[in-house]
């Protein structure tokens, strides 16, 4: 077993430095009390943390590879969401044992996703105990750029990147709450593993978009907490949210599942004026992710009325959803 | 059992915001995917991250309040020796359940610390699983001013702050290795469990030590990270190594173990020109904080030489210090 300076400085604290001579984001890194950052010249530090335990957030038999990709993914996801360039991470992790290719695979994960988007390893701490992983991200906004959840504005359009559902079929998978084929397994299970933190269409959307978030809890969970933060209410069209082909081709119900209650998308659900709507187009094609108009924003009403969702089909027939799915309404 | 989102509500958003009021450190904290964060004008982030594990770091019937005092203290320790002045922290942390009295005490003794040192909650994460901490802390300091580990020069005085060996001592009355009346024994404990950061010490030593640490692995272990990454030599004097009268009352092997190689004393090691000694003397009157100077820094002498400390009683003479404590020195 390595002692833990051994195994900080093999696998973390020499790539981290070997990094940070070509990114200098950092002006001191590992090896001090504190790291020193700083944001670009007159914007700010965005900061978020997440913490990934295992039997909960993974299963024990986790590709360590996926693993380190998918801890930071999750991480540049919340910069993404904001409009945040990244710079740099801390990552605090706490382990049975130091299971030399574990930690060889893990950090290799870690740091091929860092290195794509010039995210800097600055700090950390490790320690024995039950799997537990702890990163912290940071990345620069200019504070009137930056996307924040409470921006939404009346008749702004709802967008999604890219698809939804995927990541959850792949857990579905897991669970054999359902099959697929060899193909679709392989792209749900990609999906859940390895999501794609969308870093460049969060800073493409800086002056376009209104609201944002990352999807991670599910469309039907997520799109409320810009709701409720903007005091707004919603309308979506559920025949409109973009799903892969491999979805598709699993049930209706199980699509519905998937796309509005289903987790670890990872994809920005956010806001612009009608006025943006090739604006917003623009933006996706120029970072090739695809984006999808799938409702509108509107005032609260009344006095009463309170944050909330309308679901439309393509029909624009109401629907209510269920925690089953949808039923269609019935005015009793 | 509280949900996820009413349990953080009730015990860390809202005193956070209730917080943030004042201090307005953070321009945007808890309820957004990230948040915002900018050091004070012309200085950079100071970031130190540490994960504190259940039955490594403390025992599962720690006292929660305490525990909350301690999980931030060690990093504020870390914000100290670097000469940063606090400003935000974030908090991840898994628990098994969510005992609301358990989560009521230890945010009260997270909080009571925060609040002294104006270090305001700006975001988090929770999560189900075996009871883990991370924190992240934030603090401001001027590039220039920053306390580094590699910055002693030779001719530099080694200074400790406070005393070294209480919480050592605490810990092993825990572990009955062995005993003290009931005066001591709350001296120790009181160590062990509510450390004091040395915040405004670290921020009156600006301009005037060159490197600094916070002592957590005790004087042997963590003295020499200053000397191996200044490249530097050090003769320490252990009979001049601060101890409190409760320490004193245990026997002198006890002392040294407790002293050098105990941890937890989260004391202020830092090194100083002697033309600077009047003004760090002052600088501790100025925080009533007590300093005393150990020890000597020296350049290695021949290109053999390699970072160490030559350890020496009152008298001059040299002692080889043991994993069981010291012997007197014997050339053969």
Redesign the interface.
């Given at each position: 077993m390595l002692s833990e300076f051994s195994l900080i400085d093999r696998f973390f604290a020499r790539r981290a430095s070997a990094q940070s001579s070509d990114a200098a984001n950092g002006?001191?890194g590992i090896?001090?009390?504190?790291?020193?950052?700083?944001?670009r010249a007159g914007?700010?530090?965005?900061?978020?943390?997440?913490?990934l335990?295992?039997?909960?957030?993974f299963f024990a038999d986790v590709d360590p590879e996926a693993l380190g990709h998918k801890a930071l993914a999750v991480n540049l996801s919340?910069?993404a969401?904001?409009g945040?360039q990244p710079q740099a991470f801390?990552l605090?992790?706490?382990l049975p044992k130091a299971d030399e290719a574990w930690l060889a695979a893990f950090s290799n994960g870690l740091f091929a996703l860092a290195e794509r988007h010039g995210c800097e390893l600055?700090?950390?701490?490790?320690?024995?105990?039950?799997l537990?992983l702890?990163i912290?991200v940071?990345?620069s906004?200019p504070?009137r750029a930056?996307l924040?959840?409470?921006a939404a504005q009346p008749g702004d359009d709802i967008w999604i990147s890219g698809t939804l559902g995927d990541a959850r079929a792949g857990l579905g998978l897991q669970r054999a709450e359902w099959s697929a084929d060899a193909a679709d397994t392989a792209t749900f299970r990609r999906a859940l593993e390895r999501p794609e933190p969308r870093v460049a269409l969060g800073l493409a959307l800086r002056g376009i978009a209104h609201a944002?978030?990352?999807l991670s809890d599910g469309l039907a969970g997520d799109l409320l907490h810009i709701l409720e933060?903007s005091t707004m209410q919603a309308t979506v069209d559920i025949d409109a949210i973009p799903r892969s082909a491999a979805l598709r081709r699993l049930s209706p119900d199980i699509q519905q599942r998937c796309t509005l209650a289903g987790g670890d998308d990872y994809e920005l659900c956010f806001t612009a004026p009608a006025t943006a709507r090739a604006a917003v187009e623009k933006a996706g094609r120029e970072v090739n992710v695809p984006v999808t108009r799938i409702g509108t924003i509107s005032a609260l009403q009344t006095a009463a009325d309170r944050p909330a969702i309308g679901w439309r089909d393509a029909a624009g027939a109401p629907l209510i959803l269920t925690l089953q799915g949808f039923d269609h309404f019935h005015a009793d």
């Open positions: 002006a001191l090896g001090d009390d504190c790291a020193l950052l700083a944001p914007e700010m530090l965005a900061i978020s943390t997440d913490m335990v295992e039997g909960r957030h919340d910069l969401a904001m945040a801390t605090a992790f706490s600055i700090g950390g701490d490790t320690t024995g105990g039950p537990n702890c912290t940071f990345g906004v504070p930056a924040r959840r409470d944002a978030l990352d933060r």
